[in-house]
């Protein structure tokens, strides 16, 4: 599994906790979590992390590979360059259209905004401003749509306690500016692999149209839409999540034994 931009492996426990059939390995991503930071952050750089994980590990040509939000571009490009080294693709809240265009462009200008400050004031005052409570609280309330209180104090918790653990600011900014500009829609019509989208029905980075004509352009697509839910399947509805990942990875396998 391949977390999103700012998250660590903590942000996918409770899908992993879920999935009990299956062996699941999480890497903290290059500069975030307890990993260090790479000399470039491009998503090429992102899909060879992926690549050494897979070696480094020795993982087989049946390993499922799933990425969530940033990491859905990630696992898009690793797949497109080594089809042949796993089996299916599952992609949770993908990226499915530029954020540089359409009604959310101003956001993510705004956001990169945020960004290239926080790396360009003085070491405290650019740490203290990309570590913000504040900051963090309001992506929990921006990106959550579930009602359940308790949910919304574990996403906000689960926010406050790891979305500040990058390794320098200027590889955060970086590795910021190359997930707005990019999307899994650029290399859709290559991905080879058996793909699912569970995708939400809610969410502010990919609406329902337009995961749709994702799905139409990858060759061999499955969407599934989950009710109600926001960008933070994984925290909101991952029993929703695993249930939908058992089933098409299960109608996958009978596939391919009869």
Not at 47 to 64: G, I, Y
Not at 185 to 209: F, Y
Not at 230 to 239: A, F, K, N, S, V
Request: one cysteine or more.
């Amino acid at each position: 599994m391949v977390h999103g931009f700012r998250g660590d492996h903590h942000g996918l426990l409770r899908l992993v906790e879920e999935l009990r059939a299956y062996s699941v390995i999480v890497p903290d991503l290059p500069g975030f979590g307890q990993s260090e930071a790479m000399d470039r952050n491009s998503v090429e750089d992102y899909a060879s992390f992926v690549l050494e994980s897979f070696r480094v590990l020795a993982l087989a040509a049946d390993t499922v590979l799933l990425g969530h939000s940033f990491g859905s571009i990630v696992c898009s490009r690793f797949a497109v360059e080594y089809p042949r080294l796993f089996s299916e693709l599952i992609l949770v809240n993908p990226i499915c259209e530029p954020a540089l265009q359409g009604p959310g462009r101003i956001a993510s200008k705004a956001a990169e905004f945020y960004y290239a400050a926080g790396a360009a004031l003085p070491e405290r005052a650019g740490s203290s401003l990309l570590r913000s409570v504040l900051v963090a609280r309001g992506m929990s309330w921006m990106m959550a749509k579930t009602n359940h209180r308790e949910t919304r104090r574990y996403i906000h918790g689960q926010h406050l306690a790891y979305f500040g653990k990058f390794a320098n600011r200027t590889a955060l900014l970086e590795t910021f500016r190359t997930s707005i500009s990019n999307d899994v829609l650029q290399v859709a019509s290559q991905l080879l692999n058996p793909v699912l989208l569970v995708v939400a029905e809610k969410d502010d980075l990919g609406s329902v149209p337009a995961q749709r004509r994702l799905a139409e352009v990858i060759p061999d697509s499955t969407l599934r839409v989950i009710a109600g839910v926001g960008h933070l399947i994984h925290y909101e509805t991952p029993g929703v999540a695993a249930e939908l990942i058992n089933e098409f990875l299960s109608g996958r396998h009978q596939c391919t034994l009869s």
